[in-house]
């Protein structure tokens, strides 16, 4: 591994507009990127777009366009879409720009030179959707498994990979690289796929011209998925810039969806042995959206667009949903209600209400100023203590990509702030004159809470960070932050002038 930390996305097809499926691989992903560079890391994440192959093509097709126009077309209401969901990408990369399909076209090149690639002719079921053959067995009622749709029979001349010589090597790393894919359901799966009956794979086709063109056979394009996979290369400079490409490969996560597994975790690092490549550290593979039991897609109507939520529940309010509601790898059911009950529950009043009703209390009993907490010890240590572990939990649980799990570790000091709060009673501290050391203890931690807290909830919510960040009018940028030293107790200084600001998170009327 190099000394940065790089992350992907799937690059998406651009077929049509992204649905909240889609928008769930990006935030889990730029939650991640900004966690590691919250440690100060230096990071790398990378998304883009697939733009070549049939079901691209016939989207143009459809909309009678050539398919470069439709591509340049769409790929904007693309990155509109991650903007609008604060995703901080370092590079964006789209297959049909020149740094993509040079290499790609010399790396395909090597591999026909060297012998892995050789001419044969394919028959077999084809799903458009997925991209992909399906044998006759694999096949649900006569229809793909995945979007439940007649399959095409093809029969091609076609250029072959020789992915079953790289069986043995494939199970070798997979034993010896136990990380390399999760969860371990997945892992099971690509294992005993490969010790299966592992075919070649077809990598070429001569029925359509939407691809990166075969170098030494112009009758051919390029597989689409032959093609997209190197993105993750190219992208970090191979064939382009070997110095660049160097500090950053190999990868050491690849998000993807359970549906896209395969060709992550047998097809891609058997490519990159082939091509003397170092292989990424990690495939993980998370679950579905599903939509009344099954995955949401485009092709089955049930996708939703992400601006149809953000409008309700705020970009903050959305990134944390999806991270929080479904364990990251497995699938979960998509509701508007549950969506709006947890947004109350937990963003409304467990953190929003703390927040405000702490601003709210410096405000009247200290003008806004942070007390001097007195010397000695008080109710608050166990706070500080659990402050501590949550820290070390959070940083535990993303290193693992349990994105829910870390996030449930913030609350649970969420919570324990809210009791804390509720015990101390600072409202009732605030009518005894000699209790003023108390309420000044009570207060100088409650706030150094909410500091902590704006820390820890930056990744998922960077907006709400900040804004609260601000609130407590704490010296120096929150982006500047580095943990765990900025997670250490009692850096918010006495004096601090904090201000009661908007509520972080309205509640929402259901
Ligand atoms: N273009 C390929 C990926 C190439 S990567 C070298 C592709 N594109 S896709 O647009 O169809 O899907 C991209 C990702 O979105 C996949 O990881 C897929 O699992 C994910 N999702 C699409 N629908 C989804 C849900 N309903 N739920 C969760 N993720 C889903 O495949």
């Known amino acids: 591994m190099t000394d940065t930390f790089y992350i992907t996305t799937p690059i998406y ?37 697939d733009e070549h192959g049939q079901k691209v093509a016939r989207a143009a097709e459809e909309r009678g366009v050539p398919p470069q126009a439709w591509t340049d077309q769409i ?16 590079d964006f990369i789209r297959t049909t720009e020149d740094r993509h399909v040079k290499p790609v076209q010399k790396l395909v090149q090597q591999l026909y030179d060297q012998g892995d690639v050789y001419l044969g002719t394919y028959e077999g079921l084809y799903c458009v959707s997925c991209e992909q053959f399906y044998l006759e067995d694999e096949l649900i009622d006569g229809m793909c498994p995945v979007h439940g749709r007649p399959v095409d029979r093809v029969e091609e001349e076609n250029y072959f990979f020789r992915l079953s010589a790289y069986r043995d090597r494939l199970l070798a790393h997979y034993e010896a690289h136990p990380e390399f894919v999760q969860p371990e359901e997945r892992r099971n799966e690509v294992v005993s796929f490969v010790g299966g009956r ?21 009758r051919h394009v390029m597989y689409v998925w032959v093609d997209a996979l190197q993105n993750y290369i190219t992208a970090a400079g191979f064939g382009s810039d070997e ?28 490519m990159l042995m082939a091509a003397d490549l170092p292989l990424p550290g990690t495939v993980f593979a998370h679950g579905w959206l599903l939509v009344g039991g099954e995955k949401m897609s485009k092709t089955k109507l049930t996708g939703i667009h992400p601006s149809e939520l953000l409008k309700d529940f705020g970009v903050d ?53 942070v007390p001097e907490p ?92 900040r804004l609260l960040w601000d609130d407590l ?12 030293t900025a997670l250490e107790w009692g850096g918010l200084q006495p004096g601090t002038r904090t201000r009661r600001g908007e509520a972080l998170f309205p509640r929402m009327e259901t």
């Not at 928008?23 to 994440?45: I, M, N, S």
């Not at 405000?363 to 100023?369: I, K, N, R, T």
């Not at 010296?475 to 943990?483: I, K, P, T």
């Open 75 to 90: 790929v904007p209401r693309w990155r509109e879409v991650w903007e609008a969901l604060d995703i901080a990408n370092d």
């Open 198 to 218: 592992l075919q070649d794979l077809s990598i070429s086709r001569t029925s359509f011209t939407w691809g990166v063109p075969i170098p030494w056979d112009s």
């Open 13 to 49: 097809y651009v077929n049509d507009v992204p649905h909240i499926g889609h928008a769930y691989t990006t935030v889990a992903a730029d939650f991640v990127a900004r966690y590691h560079r919250l440690r100060g890391e230096k990071v790398f994440f990378l998304t883009g777009t």
């Open 374 to 465: 007195p010397a000695g010890v008080g109710p608050e240590q166990d706070l500080i203590k659990l402050s501590a572990e949550v820290a070390a939990r959070f940083d535990e649980r993303v290193l693992a990509v349990d994105l829910s799990g870390a996030l449930a570790s913030v609350w649970e000091f969420v919570g324990a702030v809210n009791r804390y709060l509720v015990d101390v009673a600072p409202w009732n501290l605030a009518k005894e004159a000699d209790r003023l050391d108390d309420l000044r203890r009570c207060l100088y931690a409650s706030a150094e809470a909410l500091r902590i807290l704006a820390i820890l909830i930056s990744p998922v919510m960077p907006r709400a960070a």
């Open 243 to 270: 110095e660049r490409f160097a500090t950053l490969w190999p990868a050491d996560y690849h998000f993807v969806g359970k549906d896209i597994i395969r060709f992550h975790a047998v097809i891609w690092p058997a």
């Open 473 to 484: 009018g704490v010296a120096g940028h929150l982006s500047e932050q580095r943990v765990p």
């Open 317 to 369: 309010g959305y990134r944390y949903h999806f991270l929080r509601e479904v364990p990251f790898g497995q699938d979960g059911s998509f509701s508007w209600e549950s969506m709006a009950a947890r947004y109350n529950a937990d963003l409304a009043n467990d953190f929003g209400n703390l927040a405000s009703r702490v601003l709210a209390m410096l405000a009247s009993y200290f003008e806004g100023l």
